[in-house]
T-cell receptor, first 117, second 110 residues
Framework: GAVVSQHPSWVICKSGTSVKIECRSL??????MFWYRQFPKQSLMLMAT?????????EQGVEKDKFLINHASLTLSTLTVTSAHPEDSSFYIC?????????????FGAGSRLTVL | GDSVTQMEGPVTLSEEAFLTINCTYT??????LFWYVQYPGEGLQLLLK?????DKGSNKGFEATYRKETTSFHLEKGSVQVSDSAVYFC?????????FGTGTSLTVIP
């Protein structure tokens, strides 16, 4: 089945630095990828929709300059948390929807836990 | 707008107990419905899905039936195991947009 790989699985960084998280579809092409942030008590918040070759669509309240999303190819989307601060510490999860067949299923990565000191 | 409402947790059950996690939805048109499961420290995995009314999705002993008349997609399992302890998310797909419920945490005790 479809597999989405997310890297790194856990990253610790100092306040003020930038962190990049990669999301790859391993065995299918993903024209659309989604980035979520999961808060304590499991609430899942959609941050943005990433479309290959075009700008990401951000949800209301998500800072575009803070969370940079790039979807340069059909198999890779990246989320860069710029100038990270402790309040950005969270579990970030990407998902992808297979583009070629229009499969109506989202496949999720394993998530990336960001801890900002 | 389109949305999913699912039963708040946490839910704690003894092993072999019957499980029901309620999920209702609001959507225009004919959405597809899903249950995803998230085990501790992991991402979400598709558990089961149903794409039209009266369809029943099933996997690993879990079942859910797409009920258009009650706009529901309740998750059930006849006999839960400790390994079923996880967070369960109900979701719907309408158009190109997925909507998730807030998740229900399930803990199964021996």
């Amino acid at each position: 089945g479809a597999v989405v790989s997310q890297h790194p699985s856990w990253v610790i960084c100092k306040s003020g630095t930038s962190v990049k998280i990669e999301c790859r579809s391993l065995d299918f092409q993903a024209t659309t990828m989604f980035w979520y942030r999961q808060f304590p008590k499991q609430s899942l918040m959609l941050m943005a929709t990433s479309n290959e070759g075009s700008k990401a669509t951000y949800e209301q309240g998500v800072e575009k300059d803070k969370f940079l999303i790039n979807h340069a190819s059909l198999t890779l989307s990246t989320l860069t948390v710029t100038s990270a601060h402790p309040e950005d510490s969270s579990f970030y999860i990407c998902s992808a929807r297979e583009g070629s067949t229009g499969a109506n299923v989202l496949t999720f990565g394993a998530g990336s836990r960001l801890t900002v000191l | 707008g389109d949305s999913v409402t699912q039963m708040e947790g946490p839910v704690t059950l003894s092993e072999e107990a019957f499980l029901t996690i309620n999920c209702t939805y609001t959507a225009t048109g004919y959405p597809s419905l899903f249950w995803y499961v998230q085990y501790p420290g992991e991402g979400l995995q598709l558990l089961l899905k149903a794409t039209k009314a009266d369809d029943k999705g099933s996997n690993k002993g879990f079942e859910a039936t797409y009920r258009k008349e009650t706009t529901s997609f309740h998750l059930e399992k006849g006999s839960v195991q400790v390994s079923d302890s996880a967070v369960y998310f109900c979701a719907l797909l309408t158009g190109n947009q997925f909507y998730f419920g807030t998740g229900t945490s399930l803990t199964v005790i021996p």
